[in-house]
């Protein structure tokens, strides 16, 4: 009998997008600066601490004083600076008195980061300051955040999120980084240091990453499993859905239209593995499902 494990991950991931997105590096942060991905070095710590589930950094500029936090990771390896997304969880014990960055891409370079100001809002930056676009969002106090940072040069877009909302963007037609690929908690032009913590930073060669698409509007899907079928609840709002299963590479296996109400779509034949829903409404609107199959 082959038992069916559902995860719903929010947001717009297209069938050429699967294809493409690839994770590069990850770094849990957890009790340690590996990537466990194994693609790229340890990151680089200095003067850090692991607790609350992350890495904490002290907000003292180290090259001001030697006690302050250093986390760096080296430069990635196949790093696309074309078409890229940045995923970081934050934690801020107190807000900073004036703008200071999350998160720096490229420490020689500041290519790319975003900022928090004394309020808790948020700004995306970009070539060291010339492009700085304020959100009007603010990331709450003492609570796991997230944030992602995305480019795609083809349309110029380079958009922040927080918590898979997109908050702030603007068109950046070059980015001037001379290929430096590393990350880091600091902005070393200012002498300016994020005070709080980091987990769970994850890169990828690209744009299109489930969980931060700013397109994620098709709500209400239900999907429940029953013997070698999926039940598959639509909205009564939506009179017509296509429904793809698409496996892990970006194949597309099957497509069925579904109408609203309850829909039973047969998956006896699917093997063992994991595969992701693909669900597009009349207007284009689409969210994903990801099932394990499990014989």
């Known amino acids: 009998m082959k038992k069916i494990y559902l995860t719903l991950i929010f947001g717009l991931l297209t ?27 340890d990151a680089y710590l ?15 500029y180290n090259g001001n004083d030697t006690t302050g936090s250093v986390i760096q ?7 696309n600076f ?22 720096i891409g490229g420490p ?16 995306l930056m970009a070539n060291d300051k010339a492009v700085f676009i304020k959100s009007e969002k603010s990331a709450a106090l003492n609570t796991w955040n997230t944030l992602a940072l995305s480019y795609e040069k083809n ?10 909302i997109l908050i702030a963007d603007g068109n950046v037609q070059e980015l001037t980084h001379n ?35 700013k397109n994620n509007e098709l709500k209400g899907i239900q999907v429940l499993r029953v013997r070698g079928q999926l039940k598959i609840l639509i909205p009564e709002n939506e009179k017509s859905v296509e429904m793809q299963v698409v496996d892990m590479n970006g194949n597309k296996l099957s497509s069925n239209v579904l109408t609203s109400g309850k829909n039973l779509v047969n998956i006896s034949e699917i093997r063992t593995g994991s ?18 199959v499990v014989r």
Request: negative net charge; charged residues 20%.
């Open 155 to 164: 349309t110029g877009q380079l958009r922040l999120y927080l918590n898979s």
């Open 108 to 123: 020689s370079w500041r290519w790319l980061g975003a900022y928090m100001d004394e309020n808790g809002i948020l700004t």
């Open 73 to 79: 990771t080296p430069s990635i390896n196949n790093f």
């Open 275 to 292: 595969y992701l829903l693909l669900f597009v409404n009349r207007s284009g609107q689409q969210a994903v499902e990801k099932i394990t």
């Open 179 to 213: 290929n430096d690929g590393k990350f880091v908690n600091d902005h070393r032009g200012e002498g300016q240091t994020f005070k709080g913590y980091w987990r769970n930073l994850k890169i990828y060669n690209s744009s299109v990453v489930a969980g931060i698409d």
């Open 82 to 103: 074309d078409d890229f997304t940045v995923l970081l969880d934050f934690y801020v014990e107190e807000y900073p008195d004036f703008d200071k960055p999350i998160i």
């Open 46 to 60: 200095k003067n850090v601490t692991f607790s609350n589930g992350g890495v904490y950094s002290n907000g003292i």
């Open 15 to 41: 069938v050429a997008g699967l294809q493409a997105q690839t994770l590069l590096a990850f770094y849990p942060f957890s009790s340690n600066g590996v990537d466990t991905t194994g693609n790229n070095e």
